[in-house]
């Protein structure tokens, strides 16, 4: 299991983290993301993983 954490102060509203792991992650008013589920495993914790690989600015962190 792993949790998904975001630093507001990087995210710039990308969507792209949003747009590939939906069940994980969702917008804002302003299309900052939003982290649905803070504990994954399984295949959320590979959609996580993918939302952290494509955040432009890292500001997506899984610990494991």
Not at 11 to 37: I, K, M, N, Q
């Amino acid at each position: 299991m792993s949790r998904v954490s975001v630093d507001l102060d990087l995210c710039t509203g990308h969507g792209r983290c949003y747009s590939l792991a939906p069940e994980v992650f969702d917008s804002d008013d302003v299309g900052h993301c939003v982290v649905l589920v803070e504990d994954v495993s399984g295949e959320l914790e590979e959609q996580a993983g993918v939302g952290e690989k494509n955040c432009p600015e890292r500001a997506i962190t899984l610990s494991r």
